[in-house]
């Protein structure tokens, strides 16, 4: 794990990719992913070229499939809702749940999953391959003050932090005999109470302290920063930014005009 917690350190083509590039590959995942978010068989492409932007990435497969762990009981509700407003819409295919599932319900189901899960994905390729480092520059080369990369990063730090801090309070709390975890919500949520008012008073004092440092060191003095190792952009990175245009915007392209992949193998 990274200083933010979701950095791995690499040598992967993705690592050496301009994070700028990385960030355009959001953009064009999120904008394939809004244009197929009623066709889950054409959406279904966008997420299998994340899995192998993570697989050339080298990052955990453990990552991908705690996502995927996470988002079956959303996947699975995803379905229902959206099949509940397609029951008299296509051809139908099975009943769950009382659910009447039609396929026309069933692709939209599986669009609408995709449009979240695939930028999450998406998200998750680019905090795991840019160094935290390199994060407030790629908001400063956008034209963002670089206080906003900044604010990203620490917050992306506490957050980290307040995790750790987390795990040591509640062992303490244990430690001293206090029940912090109970089956009845309602109880759980009393028990939370010391465990989060420690918790509270930590980060607001990492806060002040952090705020003291960065007075003391003059930060926010100029308008500009300057960076000891400034990303620069090389031929390889224009290579990968056209290929990730040519592949998001074929998709884009395709489903605008009418295709669908489940229709093309079902001959519909």
């Known amino acids: 794990m990274g200083e933010v917690g979701l950095y791995v350190e690499g040598k992967s083509i993705i690592h050496s990719l301009d994070p700028r590039v990385k960030l355009l ?3 064009f995942v999120l904008a394939a992913s809004i244009v197929c978010q009623f066709d889950g068989s054409v959406s279904l ?4 070229s994340l899995v192998v932007g993570m697989a050339l ?8 499939l705690l996502i995927i762990g996470y988002s079956v009981v959303f996947f699975i509700v995803t379905i229902l809702v959206w099949a509940s407003y397609y029951q008299d819409v296509g051809r139908y295919l099975f009943t769950f749940a009382g659910v009447r599932v039609t396929d026309t319900g069933l692709l939209v189901g599986t669009g609408k999953f995709f449009l979240i899960i695939n930028p999450i994905v998406s998200m998750l390729i680019f905090f795991s391959t840019v160094k935290p480092y390199d994060l407030v520059q790629v908001f400063s080369r956008i034209g963002l003050p670089y206080k906003a990369g900044f604010m990203l990063l620490l917050s992306l730090r506490m957050l980290s932090l307040a995790v750790s801090e987390l795990r040591n309070i509640m062992d303490v709390q244990k430690a001293r005999g206090i029940e ?3 089956r009845n919500p309602f109880k759980r949520v009393a028990n939370l109470i010391p465990v989060f008012v420690p918790l509270v008073i930590r980060i607001m004092g990492l806060a002040w302290e952090l705020s003291i440092t960065l007075m003391v060191r003059g930060f926010g003095y100029s308008r500009e920063r300057s960076y000891a190792f400034p990303l620069r952009w090389s031929s390889r990175d224009t290579l990968a930014l056209i290929l990730i245009a040519i592949f998001y915007t074929g998709i884009i392209a395709v489903k605008l005009a009418g295709f ?3 229709y093309m193998i079902a001959g519909v």
């Open 57 to 64: 990435a080298g990052l955990p497969l453990k990552r991908l």
């Open 25 to 27: 590959w959001f953009v």
């Open 260 to 262: 669908s992949t489940y």
């Open 180 to 182: 912090v975890d109970s």
């Open 45 to 48: 492409f966008i997420f299998l």
